[in-house]
Nanobody, 126 residues
Framework: QVQLVESGGGLVQAGGSLRLSCAAS????????MAWFRQVPGKEREFVAR????????RYADSVRVRFTISRDNAKNTVYLQMSSLEPEDTAVYYCAADAAYYTSTYYLEGTYHYWGQGTQVTVSS
């Protein structure tokens, strides 16, 4: 059983930057691909980014590809999401998630992931 705890959310002005962290415990962190999703009230959870077990492979949603960077530190059991050039449309609760599968073609689907954190709020003001 893996526990995930996000941190680093907050209020930022448009154009600003924020770094989210997700600390994992209770499992072998390097055995999981990790991802970030986000959700606004009344909408489905949306894929943001994914990183492979080793960190050598990444995937991004088109809406964040040039602005966000996902990374991980397996020695610290932590995955990060560096967000730059933030826009009001980025306002959401951000969740990290862990996938135990070695490979998946459905990395963008919520149901692919086995463990979830509780989320951290990111608010971007205009």
């Amino acid at each position: 059983q893996v526990q995930l705890v996000e941190s680093g959310g907050g209020l930022v002005q448009a154009g600003g930057s924020l770094r989210l962290s997700c600390a994992a415990s209770g499992g072998t962190f390097s055995s999981y691909a990790m991802a970030w999703f986000r959700q606004v009230p009344g909408k489905e959870r949306e894929f943001v980014a994914r990183i492979s077990r080793s960190g050598s492979g990444t995937r991004y949603a088109d809406s964040v590809r040039v602005r966000f960077t996902i990374s991980r530190d397996n020695a610290k059991n932590t995955v990060y999401l560096q967000m730059s050039s933030l826009e009001p449309e980025d306002t959401a609760v951000y969740y990290c998630a862990a996938d135990a599968a070695y490979y998946t073609s459905t990395y963008y689907l919520e149901g692919t992931y086995h463990y979830w954190g509780q989320g951290t709020q990111v608010t971007v003001s205009s």
